[in-house]
Nanobody, 113 residues
Framework: RLHLVESGGGSVQAGGSLQLSCAAS?????MGWFRQTPGKERDLVAS????????YYADFARGRFTISQANAKRTVYLQMNSLKPEDTGTYYC?????????WGQGTQVTVSS
């Protein structure tokens, strides 16, 4: 079983930045960040495919957020810039070979206006 440990959430004012980190206990083919905002379903924010480094961004994340890898592709980061109050929510790291099988515990991001 793959374990995912997230860190980096917190509180920031609108326009600020946060970096989330997710450390995996082993190799996985794809890693991604999801978020659940109040009253909404869990949405994919960004993902990265370890095979070739292909990235994907949700429309609301493109241009503001950057997903990257380190540590032999076992750590994935989500750099979030120009944060907005609507970015407030719980952010989850997820990983798997074909689908997102493994999930982190979630880290809270709060953006105040």
């Amino acid at each position: 079983r793959l374990h995912l440990v997230e860190s980096g959430g917190g509180s920031v004012q609108a326009g600020g930045s946060l970096q989330l980190s997710c450390a995996a206990s082993g190799y996985t083919r794809r890693m991604g960040w999801f978020r659940q905002t109040p009253g909404k379903e869990r949405d994919l924010v960004a993902s990265i495919y370890n095979g070739g480094g292909t990235t994907y961004y949700a429309d609301f994340a493109r241009g503001r957020f950057t997903i990257s890898q380190a540590n032999a592709k076992r750590t994935v980061y989500l750099q979030m810039n120009s944060l907005k109050p609507e970015d407030t929510g719980t952010y989850y790291c997820a990983a798997g070979m074909m689908t997102y099988t493994y999930w982190g515990q979630g880290t809270q991001v709060t953006v105040s206006s």
